[in-house]
């Protein structure tokens, strides 16, 4: 049997004194702080959040962003690509490698940078560089030469789909812009692809729709899922003529619209009221402002003129083109009640079809008229 001393039960009794003294006071505390939060202070576990976590492929050296670090050729291109993404001019990469041939590691990776990576392949036209050993990693001081400004770099915009590159490709058109350069994800098309588009997004902007644009196209890298696109555009008319003509258009079509508020079957009436003020001329103007400014246009000038109506009009509308006995036509795709139907404001004359102006499918493909199936919605009977 083992004696203590008689003080030796002081302390445990003071420590049980204590244990009970925390329960009795800061237990209370900390239960009311764990209701208040799952209560009255459930907001702020609520709100929306979120949390970013930098990541750098190309870690810098020493807090130095000019100075980076390289453990393996695939870092040592994410490296080069960090230079040429923040428009360096000068770096230096630290090699941390047991390879035995630096030089031709380094060149190899250079020279993918410059032709396979999209970036690199658009805007840079050469990388120098020299090598010294340091006792534990090999220094590479990199030179990168540029055939491309930072502003034409930082106007690059990113655009995934068909969707929205046709959309990038609208609002290009409809500034009158001289340029737009595409980074394009998944890209699977080719040259005519991309003029297609261009074609599709100047129909879709009817009342900027003054004179096709000349497209000169570049695409970088010559393959890959990830491409840079460089559209250039060259207008048939000056900037200031074209700003001119589509303020005088913008002027003509608010006033028919404020005429046409409230009429009823308005597809038909705003085609009419197109035709009280000009007439189809085959070898007239093929926009939208010849028929206002000449009193004529052909069959694409009235399609463009309807179709920028119709968006004034917030009434549904697509420019249509195809052939019709042998020929070149444009019409119009539009909303009625009746649901989707053909209109050719170029046929509501002399020669109008009987039963006109408005066809499903079948009706025109009987007239004569050919188009590209799913060009445009269907018009079927409902």
């Given at each position: 049997m083992t004696l203590h001393p008689q003080g030796a039960a002081a302390p445990a009794r003071a420590h049980e004194a204590k244990k009970v003294n925390f329960l009795k006071t800061r237990l209370p505390a900390l239960l009311t702080a764990a209701a208040l939060l799952l209560t009255g202070c459930s907001a702020l576990l609520e709100r929306d959040y979120s949390s970013v976590?930098?990541?750098?492929?190309?870690?810098?050296?020493?807090?130095?962003?000019?100075?980076?670090?390289?453990?393996?050729?695939?870092?040592?291109?994410?490296?080069l690509i960090y230079f040429v993404s923040g428009g360096m001019e000068e770096g230096t990469i630290r090699l941390y490698t047991d390879t035995e041939n630096?030089?031709?590691f380094l060149s190899d990776a250079?020279?993918?940078?410059?032709?396979?990576?999209?970036?690199?392949?658009?805007?840079?036209?050469?990388?120098?560089?020299?090598?010294?050993?340091?006792?534990?990693?090999?220094?590479?001081?990199?030179?990168?030469?540029?055939r491309r400004t930072r502003e034409q770099v930082a106007?690059?915009?990113?655009?995934?789909?068909?969707?929205?590159?046709?959309?990038?490709?609208?609002?290009?058109?409809?500034?009158?812009?001289?340029?737009?350069?595409?980074?394009i994800s998944y890209f699977d098309g080719d040259e005519s692809f991309i003029r297609d588009l261009?074609?599709?997004?100047?129909?879709?902007?009817?009342?900027?729709?003054?004179?096709?644009p000349e497209v000169e196209l570049s695409i970088y890298p010559n393959s890959g899922r990830q491409r840079i696109v460089e559209i250039m555009l060259r207008y048939p008319l000056e900037l200031s003529e074209l700003e001119k003509r589509r303020e005088d258009l913008s002027q003509h079509l608010d006033t028919l619209a404020w005429d046409l508020a409230g009429r009823t079957r308005l597809p038909l009436a705003a085609a009419q009221a197109l035709l009280d003020l000009g007439e189809y001329d085959p070898q007239g103007g093929a926009t939208a402002w010849d028929l206002f400014g000449s009193g004529a246009a052909n069959s694409?000038?009235?399609?463009?003129?309807?179709?920028?109506?119709?968006?004034?009009?917030?009434?549904?509308?697509?420019?249509?083109?195809?052939?019709?006995?042998?020929?070149?036509?444009?019409?119009?795709?539009?909303?009625?009640?009746?649901?989707?139907?053909?209109?050719?404001?170029?046929?509501?004359?002399?020669?109008?079809?009987?039963?006109?102006?408005?066809?499903?499918?079948?009706?025109?493909?009987?007239?004569g008229y050919l188009w590209e199936e799913g060009s445009f919605p269907a018009c079927a009977e409902e």
């Amino acid at each position: 049997m083992t004696l203590h001393p008689q003080g030796a039960a002081a302390p445990a009794r003071a420590h049980e004194a204590k244990k009970v003294n925390f329960l009795k006071t800061r237990l209370p505390a900390l239960l009311t702080a764990a209701a208040l939060l799952l209560t009255g202070c459930s907001a702020l576990l609520e709100r929306d959040y979120s949390s970013v976590t930098a990541h750098n492929a190309a870690p810098a050296t020493e807090g130095d962003p000019s100075i980076l670090r390289a453990d393996s050729y695939q870092e040592l291109v994410n490296a080069l690509i960090y230079f040429v993404s923040g428009g360096m001019e000068e770096g230096t990469i630290r090699l941390y490698t047991d390879t035995e041939n630096v030089e031709l590691f380094l060149s190899d990776a250079c020279l993918e940078v410059v032709q396979e990576d999209p970036l690199g392949a658009y805007c840079v036209e050469f990388i120098k560089y020299t090598v010294d050993p340091v006792v534990t990693y090999s220094e590479a001081r990199v030179n990168i030469t540029y055939r491309r400004t930072r502003e034409q770099v930082a106007s690059i915009v990113q655009a995934t789909g068909t969707a929205a590159i046709r959309s990038e490709l609208k609002s290009a058109l409809a500034s009158f812009a001289p340029e737009r350069t595409l980074r394009i994800s998944y890209f699977d098309g080719d040259e005519s692809f991309i003029r297609d588009l261009v074609e599709q997004a100047y129909y879709d902007a009817p009342a900027c729709a003054l004179g096709m644009p000349e497209v000169e196209l570049s695409i970088y890298p010559n393959s890959g899922r990830q491409r840079i696109v460089e559209i250039m555009l060259r207008y048939p008319l000056e900037l200031s003529e074209l700003e001119k003509r589509r303020e005088d258009l913008s002027q003509h079509l608010d006033t028919l619209a404020w005429d046409l508020a409230g009429r009823t079957r308005l597809p038909l009436a705003a085609a009419q009221a197109l035709l009280d003020l000009g007439e189809y001329d085959p070898q007239g103007g093929a926009t939208a402002w010849d028929l206002f400014g000449s009193g004529a246009a052909n069959s694409e000038g009235l399609a463009l003129a309807y179709a920028a109506l119709c968006q004034q009009l917030e009434l549904p509308c697509h420019v249509a083109q195809g052939m019709r006995e042998k020929e070149p036509r444009f019409w119009n795709v539009v909303q009625t009640q009746e649901g989707w139907r053909h209109l050719d404001l170029s046929a509501m004359g002399t020669d109008a079809p009987e039963g006109g102006p408005f066809f499903t499918d079948p009706e025109f493909r009987e007239l004569g008229y050919l188009w590209e199936e799913g060009s445009f919605p269907a018009c079927a009977e409902e």
